[in-house]
């Protein structure tokens, strides 16, 4: 791959709409889909995501715990699931949140992101509260790889902000995951380039992102944005929590375009909708 992914993200967005679509096979979805809730539901259920997504949307993220529910066999779904979308062109990013120390975080970072990793997304979502710098060898295998990451810095879960709102000598947790990233993006943002160290935040979070002096332009970061859709999240809201740095932002919905299954054509055209809701 010639290009770094936040350049590759940055072309998809432009070519297909900013939406990231989900794949969330929680037993309440697959069953309301008609499947049984067993390793052959879920196949089916993932395989008519990839059906119905591949080619046409910026990216796509499948959330990992609902494979890992089934153990190995479950897994084996989601490597068919990231090798069948990475087959069509179509970004992925695996939402792990993976955060760890030294040898371990060395581990997580070579199992999805090292060059002989099995079936290896994108990009990895990633945990920064054992320190920004503990993700050192996700974000430095990622940039060898041409791969990237997404870092939770504002979660719109409300237990959230007890973390990423504490101040310490006048610096609010997420403002130090913000400028960390902004650090390791300085060079894309030379280029004028999205970076490849991306950011979490909810799109329901409100105003938390100017209460918190947040510079998400300067940072160059492409910005993962969950929530939008059944979660409350509008393209008015992208707006007014986002301001200048709109353009950046990577809308996920999985349950309002997941609810249009479970044929793949109702999937896609529900995908098209929000896509081109969010152009507005």
């Known amino acids: 791959m010639s290009k770094a992914f936040g350049a590759r993200l940055q072309d998809a967005m432009q070519a297909h709409g900013p939406l990231c679509a989900g794949i969330d096979p929680h037993r309440g979805l697959v069953e309301s889909w008609g499947l049984s809730y067993d390793v052959a539901g879920l196949e089916r259920f993932a395989l008519t995501c990839v059906e119905a997504f591949a080619g046409r949307v910026a990216a796509v993220k499948p959330q990992s715990a609902f494979f890992e529910v089934f153990g190995s ?3 084996a779904v989601l490597e068919r699931v990231l090798t069948e979308l990475r087959a069509s062109g179509t970004l992925t990013i695996l939402d792990a949140k993976r955060g760890d120390i030294g040898s371990t975080m060395s581990a997580y970072a070579e199992a999805y992101l090292g060059p ?17 710098e503990s993700l050192r060898p996700a974000i430095d295998l990622a940039e060898e790889n041409g791969r990237g ?7 719109s879960n409300p237990e959230g902000a007890e973390v990423q709102h504490a101040v310490r000598d006048g610096r609010s ?6 400028e960390g990233a902004a650090g390791d993006n300085a060079a ?3 280029r004028g380039e999205l970076g490849s ?9 409100g105003t938390a992102v100017r209460d918190l002096g947040l510079d998400l332009v300067a940072a160059a970061t492409p910005v993962l944005a969950p929530g939008f859709g059944a979660q409350g999240g509008t393209v008015d809201t992208l707006a007014a929590t986002f301001g200048a740095a709109r353009h ?17 054509s109702r999937l896609a055209s529900r995908a098209a909708q929000v896509a081109e809701s969010l152009l507005r």
């Open 197 to 205: 160290v991306g950011l979490v935040i909810g799109a329901t979070v």
């Open 73 to 75: 066999r479950g897994l």
């Open 188 to 190: 894309a943002l030379s």
């Open 248 to 264: 950046q932002v990577l809308a996920a919905s999985s349950r309002e375009i997941l609810a249009a299954g479970p044929d793949p």
């Open 116 to 132: 002989d990793a099995v079936a290896p997304p994108d990009a990895l979502t990633v945990s920064p509260y054992l320190g920004y």
């Open 149 to 155: 990451l997404f870092v939770l810095a504002l979660t």
């Open 173 to 178: 947790v997420a403002a130090s995951v913000v």
